[in-house]
């Protein structure tokens, strides 16, 4: 069985269609909506739809996430972002992989919405650093194991980038398979902020990070709906 983990937060633009991907699936899975405070129509969007469980968690996706992974009943764990679609078939195909104990995690490789080229070179160049390191970023529908995602801790109680520092403790214990067809995400943030000004600014938080530099730039991280 799959749970489906979603952290949301004033998605309500978003949201319908990342359910209406999930649920019009065949498969054994629940869907957990987790919710840290939207104050617009996500929880009733949620609400609406009997075969969701809607969950409330202080704001932040490492303790939204772990708050539906700890209600988790699903032998493994899809952390879903609100603005990101599945293939069709994604969940069949997981469902397959259950009895697959050499599979412990895994995720998707991804595309952004739209036809900008940029968006496609960036999706590009980001499926080949993830094919070469295993380092999953949290819109790529990241899935693990419930009892390796317990040994090692679940997510890191960070303000962000809890995907990348989790799926570095993971890199180390296993190797992450990659799913095709591709996840697709919502463009809008780095659409608003601009293309290049957005990647400039992810590749200094990851590089600050890295580095365990004081400064990072927290804007590239303000809300965007």
Request: glycine share 8%; with cysteine.
């Amino acid at each position: 069985m799959i749970s489906v983990i979603i952290p949301t937060l004033n998605e309500e633009k978003a949201l319908p269609l990342t359910l209406g991907h999930v649920l019009v699936q065949p498969g054994d899975y629940d869907v957990i909506v987790v919710d840290g405070g939207s104050t617009d129509r996500t929880c009733h969007i949620a609400e609406n739809e009997g075969r969701i469980r809607l969950l409330h968690a202080p704001k932040g996706r490492a303790s939204q996430m772990n708050v539906g992974a700890n209600h988790a009943s699903g032998e493994w764990l899809l952390f879903l972002h609100a603005d990101t679609q599945l293939p069709s078939g994604a969940l069949t195909r997981l469902n397959a992989l259950e009895s697959d104990l050499s599979i412990q995690a895994g995720g998707f490789f991804h595309r952004f919405s739209g036809h900008d080229w940029r968006l496609r070179l960036l999706s590009s160049l980001n499926n080949l650093r993830c094919r070469w390191s295993k380092v999953l970023y949290g819109d790529q529908a990241m899935f693990v194991r419930r009892a390796l995602f317990e040994r090692l801790g679940g997510f890191p109680d960070q303000p962000f980038l809890e995907d990348v520092l989790f799926s570095r403790k993971l890199v180390k214990v296993v190797t992450p398979v990659l799913l095709t067809p591709p996840v697709v995400t919502d463009s809008r943030k780095f659409v608003q902020m601009g293309i290049w000004r957005s990647v400039v600014r992810a590749s200094l938080i990851l590089l600050a990070v890295e580095l365990r530099l004081p400064i990072v730039p927290r804007t590239f991280f303000r809300d965007i709906r």
